[in-house]
């Protein structure tokens, strides 16, 4: 199994990236995928999630209304839209598989494979 993530980049506050995550080894619709970040000296955070089964979006609270999910059945791809960036959005950006309640999509644990991660940064 392999998460490819990418898209990322370095971008001027209030600028936009756009992140993919595809999956050549399983289809996606199968299975939730969630974004999420890691800034140097924090704990990796959970950004964003889209369930397998209906397509479902969740998001943390302060990336409501800036970034967008969503998911590219064809391409077998999920992108994860950001606009409005600020340098508070600096941080290695990781795709990961899983499939846990609405209640537990943050939860690193409940998810079994990881991308490489890319890295965004934002400048002031």
């Known amino acids: 199994v392999q998460l490819q993530a990418s898209g990322g980049g370095l971008v001027q506050a209030g600028g936009s990236l756009r992140l993919s995550c595809a999956a050549p080894?399983?289809?996606?619709?199968?299975?939730?995928i969630g974004w999420f970040r890691q800034a140097p000296g924090k704990e990796r955070e959970g950004v964003s999630y889209?369930?397998?089964?209906?397509?479902?979006?969740f998001y943390k609270d302060s990336v409501k209304g800036r970034f967008t999910i969503s998911r590219d059945n064809a391409k077998n791809t999920v992108y994860l839209q950001m606009n409005s960036l600020n340098p508070e959005d600096t941080a290695v950006y990781y795709c990961?598989?899983?499939?846990?309640?609405?209640?537990?999509?943050?939860?690193?644990?409940?998810?079994?494979?990881w991308g490489q991660g890319t890295q965004v940064t934002v400048s002031s």
């Open positions: 080894g399983f289809p996606l619709y199968d299975y939730g």
């Open positions: 889209i369930r397998g089964s209906n397509g479902q979006t």
């Open positions: 990961a598989r899983g499939r846990p309640v609405a209640s537990a999509w943050t939860r690193t644990s409940m998810y079994d494979y």
